[in-house]
C-alpha cells in the first residue's frame, strides 16, 4: 500500500463518524398534501444509504429537498454539520448565509433518473462546462478533469459524442462522470438505472459500486434489491411519506420486522 | 423598362430589406429579454412583458405605424412645445422591431418551456444559477426550435413592410404602383410579385439550412 493511500485509509478512520448531511423533522406538503412527513435521517462519511419503497412514498422529494431542488416545508437540514436550512410551516427561521448555502450545495452532486444529459454539448462538454463556469476552473484543467473522470466510468472514448448517440448505460455513467467532476462529498441517485434496459442496468451499477469503494458518501434510491444487498451499509424502507423501518441491509431486505417491509420486499422480488 | 425605372424597383427594394433586416436583428435581441420577463419570478417584470406582447399583437401595425410617425411628434410638441419630424426611415425600424418583438417573444418564450424541466434540474444541481443556466444551457437548445417559427415571423415581417407606403416610403409595393399607374401596365406587379418570392424563397431556403446545421445534436 502506497502512503497516499495508507493516508486515505486514517483520514477515513479518523472521519468515519463525521456527519456528511443531517435531516431533523423535515416535513413537505405541496398544497395540502403532505408528502414528507417529518423525516431524521444522519448520514456518515463514506456511508452507503439505500433508499426503497414503493412509488410515491416520497424518495424523489427527500433527495429533492436535500440538494434545494425543492423546499422543505418544516425542519432542517445540516451537510457537513452545517445548518443549511431551518424551516417553519414554508417559511426560513435562521438566516443562513447565501454563499455559504451555495458553497456547500456544490459538495452535493446528483444522477437523475432520466440522465438529464445537456443533448446540445458533446459527452466532453457535458462534463467540463460546470467546473468552468460554476468554479471558474481554467479549460485546461477542467479538460483534464474531465478526461479522468470520463475514464474513471469507462467513456472516455466517447468524448466527442453527443449524447443521443450513446446507449442508455452510456448516457448514465457520462452522467455520474459530470456530477462527480465537480467533486461533490456526497452524492445522489434517484433510481438511476429505472429508465434502462434490463441488459444495461449492470454497467451503471457497476459504476456506482466502483464510486462507493473510493469512499464517496453515498444516498441511493433504487428498487435494485441485489446492489442494495451488497453495497449499501444501511436500507431504508420509506412508505408514505415516513422512514418504516432502517437497518443493515441483512436485518432491513433478509429479516424486515415491519409487515409493510416485507409486503413490499415480496412484491418486487 | 427603362434605366430609371429599375433603379426604382432596385432602390424600394433595398428600403424593403433594410427594414425587415433592421427589425428582425433588434426585434429578437429585445424579444429574449421580454421573453425571460414573460418567465420571471418577478410579478411586476411579468406584468410589464405580459403588457407589452399584449398592446403590440393586439392592435392593428398600421395603427402603430402612425402613432410613432403622426402622434409621436403631436406629444412631443404639447410636451416640449417643439416641433419632431418624425423621419419615415426612423419610423419603420422603430416601429417594426417594436411590432416583432412581441410576437418573436412568444415564440421564444414557447421554446423555453418546450425544454425538458430536468435540463434545469441538472443545472441547478451542478451548481449553476439561473442565468448560467438560462445562457448555456436551456437557451442555446432552443436555437434549432426558434429557426422555423421566427423564419416564419420573418417571411410576414418581409411582407408586412409594405405597409410603409402609407408613411410616404417608397418601398418595392408604392415604387410598383406608381410605376404601374404612370405607364398603365400591369407587368410591374408581376414583377414585384417575382421579387417578393425571390426574397421569401430565399428565406425559406435559408432557414431551412439553418435548422438542419443547428439540429446536428439531435441526429443519432
Ligand atoms: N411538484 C409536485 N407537486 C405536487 N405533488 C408532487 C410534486 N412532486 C411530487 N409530488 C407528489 O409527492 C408524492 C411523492 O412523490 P415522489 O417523491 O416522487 O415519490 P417517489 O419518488 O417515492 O416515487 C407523490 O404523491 C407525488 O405525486
Ligand atoms: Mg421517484
Redesign the pocket.
Known amino acids: 500500500m502506497n502512503e497516499d493511500k495508507l493516508k486515505e485509509v486514517q483520514n477515513g478512520l479518523e472521519d468515519s463518524e463525521k456527519s456528511m448531511v443531517r435531516v431533523e423533522e423535515l416535513r413537505?406538503q405541496?398544497?395540502n398534501?403532505e408528502?414528507?412527513k417529518g423525516i431524521d435521517l444522519d448520514v456518515k462519511k463514506g456511508e452507503v444509504v439505500c433508499?426503497i419503497?414503493?412509488?410515491?412514498?416520497?424518495?424523489?422529494?427527500?433527495?429533492?429537498c436535500l440538494n434545494r431542488l425543492?423546499r422543505l416545508t418544516s425542519g432542517k437540514i445540516y451537510v457537513e454539520n452545517e445548518l443549511t436550512e431551518d424551516r417553519v410551516n414554508g417559511r426560513t427561521v435562521s438566516k443562513i448565509d447565501s454563499d455559504k448555502i451555495s458553497r456547500l450545495n456544490l459538495d452535493i452532486g446528483m444522477v437523475f433518473q432520466n440522465f438529464n444529459l445537456f443533448p446540445h454539448l458533446t459527452v466532453l462538454e457535458n462534463v467540463m462546462i460546470a467546473p468552468q463556469i460554476v468554479k471558474k476552473i481554467n479549460k485546461d484543467d477542467a479538460y483534464n478533469t474531465a478526461i479522468q473522470v470520463l475514464e474513471r466510468v469507462g467513456l472516455a472514448d466517447k468524448k466527442d459524442e453527443y449524447p443521443i448517440r450513446l446507449s442508455g448505460g452510456q448516457q448514465q455513467r457520462v452522467a455520474i462522470a459530470r456530477a462527480i467532476a465537480m467533486d461533490p462529498k456526497i452524492m445522489l441517485f434517484?433510481?438511476p438505472t429505472s429508465a434502462l434496459d434490463p441488459e444495461l442496468v449492470g454497467e451503471v451499477l457497476e459504476t456506482m459500486k466502483e464510486l462507493a469503494e473510493t469512499g464517496m458518501t453515498m444516498i441511493v434510491?433504487t428498487h435494485e434489491i441485489g446492489f442494495a444487498r451488497e453495497v449499501a451499509d444501511r436500507v431504508i424502507f420509506?412508505d408514505e411519506?415516513v422512514i418504516c423501518e432502517e437497518g443493515g441491509p441483512q436485518e432491513v431486505i433478509l429479516n424486515p420486522k415491519k409487515e409493510r417491509t416485507q409486503a413490499f420486499l415480496n412484491k418486487i422480488l | 423598362m427603362t434605366q430609371q425605372q429599375i433603379q426604382a424597383i432596385f432602390d424600394g427594394t433595398v428600403i424593403t430589406i433594410e427594414i425587415t433586416a433592421v427589425s428582425v436583428v433588434l426585434g429578437f435581441i429585445l424579444a429574449m429579454f421580454v421573453a425571460l420577463g414573460r418567465l420571471s419570478k418577478n410579478r411586476i417584470i411579468r406584468g410589464i412583458s405580459w403588457f407589452y406582447i399584449w398592446f403590440f399583437r393586439g392592435t392593428p401595425l398600421l395603427l402603430q405605424l402612425f402613432m410613432v410617425f403622426y402622434a409621436v411628434p403631436i406629444i412631443y410638441l404639447d410636451y416640449t412645445g417643439q416641433t419632431l419630424n418624425m423621419d419615415p426611415m426612423v419610423t419603420s425600424y422603430i416601429t417594426y422591431t417594436l411590432n416583432t418583438t412581441a410576437y418573436m417573444a412568444e415564440i421564444i418564450r414557447a421554446a423555453i418551456e418546450s425544454i425538458p424541466e430536468g435540463q434545469m434540474e441538472a443545472a441547478k444541481a451542478l451548481g449553476m444559477t439561473y442565468g448560467q443556466a438560462m445562457r448555456r444551457i436551456i437557451i442555446p437548445q432552443t436555437y434549432r426550435r426558434l429557426v422555423a417559427p421566427i423564419g416564419n415571423e420573418l417571411i410576414i415581417l418581409l411582407k408586412d413592410t409594405s405597409l410603409v407606403s402609407s408613411i410616404a416610403l417608397s418601398d418595392l409595393l408604392r415604387t410598383t404602383r406608381t410605376l404601374a399607374n404612370s405607364s398603365g401596365s400591369w407587368l410591374y406587379y408581376v414583377y414585384a410579385a417575382a421579387i417578393y418570392l425571390f426574397m421569401t424563397t430565399l428565406l425559406q431556403l435559408g432557414t431551412d439550412q439553418l435548422e438542419k446545421r443547428l439540429g446536428v445534436y439531435e441526429r443519432r
Open positions: 413537505k405541496f398544497g398534501l408528502v414528507l433508499i419503497g414503493p412509488s410515491g412514498s416520497g424518495k424523489s422529494t427527500l433527495l429533492r425543492e434517484d433510481e434510491v420509506m411519506g
